[in-house]
């Protein structure tokens, strides 16, 4: 059994074994002080000192090539130094190179960014050309692109430029899928950048910075249908430039200015006259103190169009009145709410200002007007047809007995409300003459009343 188990793990040895061998390290000299390293897992590495070599292709195991690591030291990557390498996906430059040969990286299928360090002078004849794969490129200030150095990088779709980089004839032929050009802040001339076979690029920007935009900025009309410019500010150089050759033409930046004579509506950029919609000016914030709807549909008070979250008390909205605190509507708050002094009648946060007449609440009756408590309202109140004792509009329902109304009237009441009677009725041991629920004090003769006949005298029952 453990021979077996031996037999096995010495098995799994030669395996691993042959594998480090199929990837051994391979190195070589690319240069009179420049040597280069190719790791097991495809890592290229160039070291020393100078220039590397210039070559007609590629002296490095091109195939196994997945990764290159330009070490510091080394001042030129030499002629088709990299060409063919078609697994390369990646390439480390490091500052103190200064130039880039002719052919270089040409047809390194599977590289995809290209970065290039500030003080990189020169990159040669169709170094990157067809970089099929080449998304992203960066350029440094003042290097100069020779022709056809990045034709045929179909899958370049925008650049972006610093100042003083200038490209030979034909340097971007045949890039289809680029559209979008842009030239950094500070740029001051465009002219040196070729932009010829590059049929779908369909803008470019060019900063408030570019002053000059000479001969050799050859593109027109013709060779780039699709072309429109973008300038930073209307009426800078770059959009003169652009309407003066017929591009469409747009800008970033419009001054604009309200017309005296219609300050609330008008408004014109005051350097192209353009009308500046109204979303792109800035919105006044609504004074005061208001309530408003958000976009998640929840009503808030806000002053002078920030959110008042202090706010307390009643706000109107529209024709309606809501009731707040802490700045938004109290939705839970029904029935009588006291609010300074005043009871308010709530339907859900909303003043019921609709409602006058009288409403349970908390097992009392109040008497409403307008929603809000009529606490004025003292003494008989008529309501549906029936007449209540009123205390501060309160319905005192804890009365019953006589009660003298404000137009000397005495009253028979039960349970605060007029009991709409015509007869005898008794109060405190006493019996009296009733007529719809008012005391018949005028009145003095003969009653009749369940079937017997009985003596009134002053509304009293005699005797
Ligand atoms: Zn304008």
Known sequence: MKAKWLAALLAALCALLTAVA????????????????????????????????????????????????????VTRIGDWAFSGCAALSGVSIPEGVTAIGEGAFNGCISLEEAAFPDGLARIGYGAFAGCTALRRVVFPAGVDLSGYAFSGCAGLTSLSFPDHVTAGGWAFYGCGGLTEVSFRDGVTCVGGVDFYGCPNLADIFMPDSVTSIDYGFSFNRYNHPRLGITAQTCGSP???????????????????????????????????????????????????????????????????????????????????????????????????ALYDGVWYFLAEGRLVKEHSGFVLYDGEWFLIRNGLLDADASGIYEYNGFRFLISLGRKVSEYSGLWQNSDGQWLFIAGGQVVEYTGLALYDGAWFYVVDGALAVDYTGEVAYNGARFTVVNGMLAG
Request: charged content about 20%.
């Open 238 to 336: 770059a959009y003169n430039w652009a309407t003066s050759y017929g591009f469409p033409v747009r800008a970033l930046n419009h001054i604009p200015v309200m017309d005296p004579a219609d300050p609330s509506a008008v408004i014109r950029c005051a350097v192209c006259g353009e009308m500046i919609r109204p979303q792109e000016t800035d919105p006044t914030p609504r004074s005061g103190t208001y309530l408003e709807r958000g976009v998640d549909g929840v009503f808030r008070v806000y002053t002078d169009g920030v959110f008042d979250a202090g706010y307390e008390g009643l706000i109107d909205y529209e024709d309606q009145s809501f009731f707040t605190a802490g700045g938004m509507v109290l939705t839970g708050a029904s029935g009588l």
């Open 22 to 73: 199929a990837g051994a390290e391979r190195s070589g000299a690319c240069g009179d002080h420049v040597t280069w390293t190719l790791s097991g897992e495809g890592v290229l590495t160039v070291s020393g000192q100078g220039d590397m070599g210039d070559f007609d292709s590629s002296p490095f195991p091109a195939a196994d090539v997945k990764f290159a690591v330009i070490e510091p030291g």
